[in-house]
């Protein structure tokens, strides 16, 4: 199983059709949900082979449910409003970072097994944000497949430009990376915006050390995650080593993201210990020691 194989797994754009059909009639047989999402006389042969695989893997994911053949959206997904887009991008990732859909990464299973779930799309998240963002790979043949070789992981995060496409849709889309001048960059700005009210709680303000902590509990593909630890171990030579007081240049930057719309404020005062946001190269940008709160933009 995998998400990030698009041809044999499904694709992003049926997902939605899926969803807005589901969302206007209610819920559907299999058969009258495929035929309205993907209708034998638009799709190749007349069949919904694509909406189907679609249908089956996120089913298995928990964004749909199926009981005696009548398919519904899952229960984090019904409540979404239809135009709540980024609502739905927030659902999605929770969905794909839940431990029951992630057991081969934490068991350093394979990610084509029929338990694997999500696993092959976490772990390509989580080892696409312990790189350099400034210089990450364009494409998978333009320095992608290199990367992973110099760098020695296994197993491997892709294993061609097929998958390396369909980790550039939902990276963008679920809010760990953006594309610019065809680049991808990963950084989590998006994504970490979506769980501050899980971070903070009631809190508006924490210390520097309570902050990374919970958010690498919520978010475990960013710095201390347990997906993020799991992918790390198995980089033999890593494209430099974290010290424990720095925060990686991808999170740095979604941090610094998040101010600059007004959503959070990075404070260093006098006598607190503190980390280290890096820049490009990893460069020291400058230290924090206390993450304020200050709601949505």
Sequence with gaps: MSILNRPADGLLS????LRRALLAYGAQSESVLL????????????KPDMAKKTLTRWTQLGFFN???GVVSLGDSIGPIGPDDLDGLR???????????NNSALLTDGGDDGEGSK????TRALAWSLAQDPYTFPVSYKGGGESLQRDQGIQPIVFTNDTRWAGFTEWAVFVGTAWTASRSLIPTPAFAVGCVLSDVFQDRTELSHVDFFR???TVLPVVDGGDYRTAVEAQIV????KQLANEVSPSLS???LTLEAEGRLRLEVRSDAPTRMLLGSAARESHPISHVIHLGAA
């Design 214 to 216: 919970r958010l690498a």
């Design 118 to 121: 999500a696993s092959d799309c």
């Design 237 to 240: 030579r890593p494209w430099r």
């Design 35 to 46: 035929e309205m999402a993907a209708p034998s006389s638009v799709v190749s042969d007349g």
């Design 253 to 255: 930057a979604a941090l």
């Design 66 to 68: 199926e009981v005696d």
């Design 90 to 100: 927030a659902a999605i990732l929770r969905l794909i970072l839940l431990p029951e």
């Design 14 to 17: 049926v997902l939605l059709a």
